[in-house]
């Protein structure tokens, strides 16, 4: 790694019709221009790289479904709890290794589905957060994107929500966090259900909050 710079570890792969590699290669220049050195991995089993993590300021994880091991679990959340950042979006993060709980711990919630039903997501941005660096430069907006209903740990610092409308299993209006950030040790930890295609990612307000928010994660 040159000197002076950082390291981005982007672990890809899973459910093909989540676009792990075409979505993760829209941030690669970003990171680039940003200092960063990066690392593309297509397995799991860089998590039990000790030496790779140690030296690893960010990672950028897109891997939904999918099994981990104990080792590779191991290796990724003493990384975190150690100082390495973790980031990443939608079911890339929330719907990966369900069976394990260390993980859903680690990233602050699971997948539970798609409530939305059609129609753009409308994604407001919490008052209590408006001065956190993620959300710079940002306003409520809308995205053409699924849904992800999560459920989600209280020590989330939930940093915008998504809200959806009754229907025939929902009596009321449910607004669930859509993006938010937390501390895992030593580490951040940023994620964000907005946008899990690359044309989601083409909507300029979710990719500035996904680039703030990899910066952010980052050591």
């Not at 260390?102 to 407001?124: E, F, I, K, W």
Request: proline share 5%.
């Amino acid at each position: 790694m040159t000197s002076g710079r950082r390291r981005a570890l982007v672990v890809r792969g899973g459910r093909d019709g989540d676009r792990p590699v075409q979505t993760t290669n829209m941030f690669l220049p970003f990171l680039r221009e940003h200092g960063f050195d990066v690392v593309v991995e297509d397995s799991l089993e860089v998590y039990e790289d000790e030496d790779l993590l140690l030296g690893t300021d960010l990672v950028l994880q897109c891997f939904s479904r999918g099994d981990i091991t104990r080792g590779e679990s191991a290796g990724l959340l003493a990384a975190v709890r150690a100082g390495t950042g973790f980031a990443g979006w939608h079911r890339g993060v929330v719907d990966a290794f369900r069976e394990d709980p260390g993980y859903q711990l680690m990233t602050g919630g699971t997948y539970a589905g798609d409530p939305s039903g059609g129609g753009p997501l409308r994604v407001r941005l919490c008052a209590a957060h408006a001065d956190h660096p993620v959300l710079a430069g940002l306003d409520d907006f809308a995205v053409d994107t699924d849904g992800c209903w999560t459920l989600t740990d209280p020590l989330n610092d939930v940093l915008a929500t998504v809200t959806y409308d009754p229907d025939d299993t929902r009596q009321r209006a449910v607004t669930v966090p859509a993006v938010w950030t937390r501390t895992w040790g030593k580490g951040r930890v940023f994620v964000s259900t907005v946008g899990r295609v690359p044309a989601d990612f083409r909507n300029p307000h979710v990719r500035t909050l996904t680039r703030q928010g990899l910066l952010w994660a980052s050591r």
